[in-house]
């Protein structure tokens, strides 16, 4: 063991940065590792650098003590860089643990001084092995790469993205715990929670619910809302005792409009028209509007632009939620939510097992094409990958349903 691992090790109540918090997912990936580096150092003071959106991901989490907000990636002012790197280096941090291996960030943490810097580096990854040894102190070298493991994967252990990070914190006495992913949900977000679901949809407490993410990655470019469309009305007819609450992000509006529109299209069965409403959910940094369409008689609703914890409450009221590989994976994964992935087909054996849902029951789908393999099809190709696209996930559907 090095002299400055030791000193480190021995401090009873050392300050830590954690930084690499830019996305949602890769926040939560990293909670069951924070909860691993507070019990083993119970007094220390631990930080984590965040962006506005991470910033909700570990509000209230009691592994940390302290969340700085700012996206260097976001922000152009140079001097406002400059200001934020010296606050962060006059800290003077006795370790500093960097979960992403992008050189980007190698780059950003060389300007945050600190005693002891430890990160990940891809072996494949030449630059970034490269580089690392000038900024860091310690650099764990990971083997994963999809390219290899596709090739040969009984010649890789693969290790899913939060096994890695518990082999970052390890190299600092950090054990590897018995941790499900970390997302504090307060009160107040399942009261707002109750209140969409069953006052403004009315579905009744003892009515299952189907949780559906909407995403434009469900199925290719010039069939987008269609293809998504005909996925849910045969979800809703295959499902038909249950309720399906189709979820949005904000910022793809267009695509949640159409989608609900073909979707919910008026029938002998069900005559009823849509009604788009909206309620007001006021947050800490202000309020936002929640857009939500449903139609009496159609056991199928929208909502969009729930906030992150109240998203969360929503989908801890569901049976099972429909994802495509994304933060939503994740967060579902957080409140014990069976799921059924899509991910798409290039790497799909690495990515499904590396980036699939932790410690929670999940089944996952493959995407039969890419988006240029699908291009290339002749039409009469296209509406049966569509078809068949639909078939494979009402088939995993079913199995996590009875299971």
């Keep these: 063991m090095d002299k400055k691992l030791e000193t ?34 119970p007094d220390a003071s631990i930080t984590a650098i965040a962006n506005k959106a991470t910033s909700e991901v570990l509000r209230g989490n009691t592994d940390l003590n302290e969340i700085i907000i700012f996206d260097t990636k976001q922000t152009e002012d140079e001097n406002l860089k400059t200001e934020f790197f ?44 490269v580089i690392s040894p000038f900024i860091m102190d310690k650099t764990i070298i990971c083997d994963d790469d999809p390219g290899e493991y596709t090739k040969n994967p009984e010649k890789y252990k693969l290790l899913h993205e939060v096994e890695q990070n518990f082999k970052v914190s390890s190299h600092i006495g950090a054990q ?15 009261e707002f929670a109750r209140q969409i679901i069953r006052d403004e949809l009315g579905i009744p ?6 949780a559906f993410q909407i995403s434009d990655r469900w199925f290719w470019e010039d069939c987008r809302e269609e293809g998504m469309a005909e996925l ?43 009604v ?21 008689g159609i056991k199928m609703s929208f909502v969009s632009g729930l906030p992150l914890k109240k998203f969360a409450a929503a989908l801890s009221m569901c049976s099972f939620i429909i994802t495509m590989h994304s933060g939503a994976t994740h967060i579902s994964a957080a409140v014990d939510l069976p799921s059924v992935v899509v991910f798409n087909p290039d790497y799909f054996e690495y990515f499904s097992y590396r980036e699939s849902p932790w410690k929670v029951r999940y089944i ?26 639909i078939a494979d996930i009402m088939e995993k559907c079913v199995e996590i349903s009875i299971r």
């Design 86 to 129: 010296k606050k962060i280096k006059n800290s003077n941090y006795d370790l500093i643990i960097n979960f992403s291996a992008a050189v980007k960030d190698y780059l950003e943490i060389s300007n945050y001084g600190g005693f002891y810097k430890i990160s990940p580096a891809y072996r494949k990854m030449l630059v970034s092995r």
């Design 205 to 210: 407490e003892n009515e299952p619910v189907i």
């Design 364 to 389: 996952p789908v493959k995407k039969n094409h890419n988006e240029t393999g699908f291009a290339e099809l002749e039409d009469e190709k296209k509406a049966d990958a569509i078809q068949k696209h």
């Design 8 to 41: 480190l090790i021995n401090m009873k109540n050392p300050k830590i940065l954690i930084t690499r918090i830019d996305h949602i997912g890769d926040t939560l990936l990293c909670t069951p590792a924070l909860a691993s580096i507070r019990k083993t150092y």
């Design 176 to 190: 590897e715990c018995d941790e499900k992913l970390k997302l504090p949900v307060s009160g107040d977000d399942k």
């Design 232 to 274: 849910l009305k045969t979800l809703r007819k295959k499902f038909e005792n249950y309720h399906i609450i189709c979820f949005a992000y904000s910022g793809i509006e267009r695509i949640f409009k159409t989608t609900s529109g073909l979707a919910m299209h008026k029938t002998e069965a069900h005559p009823g028209f849509a």
């Design 276 to 296: 788009e409403t909206k309620k007001e959910c006021r947050e800490e940094n202000g309020s936002v509007n929640i857009d939500i369409i449903h139609s009496e």
